[in-house]
């Protein structure tokens, strides 16, 4: 999908389901302030704020920020529609930042200029919290197949069932995402691989990782 396509996309059909781990919450300061990028319609903004942060969310969908922005649930969380390639946060803002599958919506090309522009805005010292879907050997075929749309093997055209277009959603080896975080300045504290369940009910490898501004 491309960034069009995801401002235009409908704010209630955010697609989510990668699992979140709690664990990057250990390596946060008590009140700490965090951002979660490309939060959708506040999914993880809300576990965030629940456990006592200063939360902020962003997403370059104007629709599902403004749902998010008026829900009953959220109020308190500083919600923005913003481009995570160029965002207007500070340098050295946020103590942490969490991303969730938004890498994987992302343009190869484009993926090292968010990861640097969240390396600026945590503070030093500050963590990142990743969650990827992982390359699955026997999808060659989609791959191959879906790469003439993408234009990239282990990008898959995510077809959705209620009308929303279709979106690109990468699926990385965990090599790929070492040699990212760690190009853009990030030092791995944690990289665990466990299974994610998908929307529908299919078991399919993932990717969590916990990085460290160095
Ligand atoms: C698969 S959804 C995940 C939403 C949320 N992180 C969650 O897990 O509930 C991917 C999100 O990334 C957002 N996104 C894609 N490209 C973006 C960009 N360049 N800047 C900000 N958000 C972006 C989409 O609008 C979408 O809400």
Same mark, same amino acid.
């Given at each position: ?88 946060? *500070?340098?050295?803002?946020? =103590? #942490? ?8 919506? +992302?343009? /190869? !090309? $484009? ?29 060659? *075929?989609?791959?191959?197949? =879906? #790469? ?8 898959? +055209?995510? /077809? !959705? $069932? ?53």
């Amino acid at each position: 999908m491309t960034y069009q396509e995801w401002k235009q996309s409908s704010g209630n059909k955010v697609i989510a389901s990668s699992p979140f781990s709690e664990k990057i919450f250990d390596f946060i300061p008590e009140s700490g302030r965090v951002l979660d990028l490309g939060s959708g319609d506040g999914r993880i903004s809300q576990v965030i704020q629940k456990h006592g942060f200063e939360t902020y969310g962003m997403d370059i969908n104007p629709t599902a920020i403004n749902l998010a922005k008026t829900q009953p649930d959220l109020v308190g969380i500083a919600f923005s529609v913003q481009d995570a390639k160029a965002t207007t946060y *500070e340098d050295a803002f946020f =103590d #942490a930042v969490i991303e969730q599958a938004v890498l994987a919506c +992302v343009e /190869k !090309s $484009d993926r090292t200029t968010v990861l640097t522009e969240v390396h600026r805005i945590l503070k030093s010292g500050g963590v990142f919290s990743i969650a990827e879907f992982g390359f699955e050997e026997s999808l060659h *075929e989609r791959y191959e197949h =879906d #790469a003439l749309l993408s234009g990239e093997y282990g990008t898959v +055209v995510v /077809k !959705s $069932d209620d009308g929303m277009k279709p979106f690109r959603s990468h699926h990385f080896r965990s090599e790929e995402l070492d040699t990212l975080v760690q190009d853009a300045g990030f030092e791995i504290i944690q990289s665990t691989h466990p299974n994610f369940s998908t929307r529908s009910g299919h078991t399919h490898p993932g990717h969590q990782y916990i990085v460290r501004k160095v």
